[in-house]
């Protein structure tokens, strides 16, 4: 009910206290006179008729800078800073791009009226990660409205530099060259991020950086195949830290050793599967003995450590020299291992190759158990009991010298009472493919070049490995072919 006051002349400027205005709920609203003022309790603010309906007298808010940041899928919060912010008031989300909505704050917390506070609410609600700032709207009760000129940018999670799953595999004869393997993040804002393995393990031997998330150093020998699974976190080192955590599960493979190996005459192609380093043993065919004596051992070439590129590799295995023939040479990758020599008229054996090596005389000498070059020559010039190579500079000569006769009255180029082949190279790694690991013994050869009982010299085999075809052993007859062994 309307109650009108009809004298215009009332004067209340002496009174400091105020004026009681009418007092209502929003439901509590009279019908829209026009002029009619009345104070809206649920509102706190003091309301105005134009005749068709109520409107607040209140000042608008005002919005001067906002903070913070957002993640597309979690919640953050942000402190907006203004004026005449109401208790009730609701805050919007707008892309900075088109200013279109993208979620409305499930709590906003009055401060004061000249601050809120407002959580993003997208870790419920999550807003496309192509959103890189958004702006801010604040709606009064009274339904004035504000938006910010300023923005908040978006810190996304840490993003892995590779994808889930394998890192690779480590072969046997990689282990020892090391490698590092990325299992790290980055941040879009450039801050710092710490990673920590949180289930599995690495591979044991290895170790983790947990600054970049890299793994290196060198694995353990396994003796089968073995994949280590582990899960890496990266954790952004921010205020924000404990929203911004990412996780990714990956795998290392360690293999066990394994040998390729190559020991038929003729040509061949190995399937390298990565590029890297491999353990070599490349050894030329023997040669083949006659007239007493033996023939010369292949010559050969050990690398323990042999760059070679992924894919198809040539090579072609020596066959070994029929009675009084040379051995054939053994190529693979850029090494060329030379067939061992056929015996001479002396007893002994010659070198294989276009260019004999050396004068090495003696009936005794140690083997070398190595290599440093990429060609090796077979058995020495010389019969008797032979090493098993000798070194020319930088070259260490594989292959044992052929067995000769006992003397033929001549020249002394036998050993009295012994005319076994020279015992070959020592390669223990590859002992498996050779008795006790040695390759390219010399061929037997009689004690005397005229020996009524034993003409044709031994069976050519010294009892160190070179009585099987791949082992370029020579033989007192038709030797053995040369191999190529490939550990990796």
Known sequence: MVTKVKNPSIDLSGDTSGIVMPSG????????????????????RLEQSDGSDFETIAL?????????????????????????????????????????????????????????????????SPIATSISAIKIKVTNPTGQVAESTTT??????????????????????????????????????????YHNITSGSIPAGMSFNNDNGNISGTPDAVGSDTTSNFTVTAIVQSADSAIRTEARAFS??????????????????????????????????????????????????????????????????GSGGGGGQSGGDTTFSNITARGGGQTNANGGANTGG????????????????????????GGTSHGGNRGGGYRDGHYYWGGGGGGGSGGNGSEPHGCPGNCNGGVGVEISEFSTFGESGFFGGGGNGSQQKYDPVNPSGGAGTDGNGNGANGTGGGSSGSAYTGGVYIRY
């Open 25 to 44: 709920t929003t439901a509590q609203k009279p019908s829209a006179t026009e002029g009619l003022l009345r104070y809206n309790s649920e509102l706190k």
């Open 60 to 124: 608008p808010p005002t919005v001067s800078s906002i903070s913070g940041n957002f993640n597309e899928d979690n919640d953050t919060t942000i402190t907006i800073n203004g004026t005449n912010f109401m208790t009730g008031a609701t805050v919007t989300f707008l892309n900075n791009a088109d200013d279109s909505s993208i979620g409305t704050s499930p709590t906003v917390s009055r401060v004061s009226s000249s601050q809120l506070t407002a959580v993003t609410g997208f870790a419920s």
């Open 152 to 193: 908040v940018s978006a810190v996304g999670d840490p993003s892995f530099r590779n994808d889930a799953g394998s890192l690779g595999t480590i072969y046997d004869s990689g282990r020892a060259a090391g490698g590092v393997y990325d299992a790290g993040a980055d941040s879009n804002d450039s801050v710092a991020i």
């Open 252 to 317: 290392l493979t360690i293999k066990a050793p394994n040998v390729s190996s190559y020991t038929s005459a003729g040509a061949f192609t190995f399937t390298a599967p990565f590029s890297g380093n491999y353990e070599v043993l490349v050894v030329g065919g023997g040669g083949g003995g006659a007239s007493s004596a033996g023939g010369g051992g292949g010559g050969l070439v050990y690398k323990a450590s042999h760059p070679m590129s992924a894919g198809g590799i040539p090579g072609s295995v």
């Open 354 to 377: 276009a260019h004999p090596q050396g004068t090495q005389s003696g009936c005794q000498s140690n083997p070398y158990t190595t290599t440093q070059g990429n060609v090796a020559d």
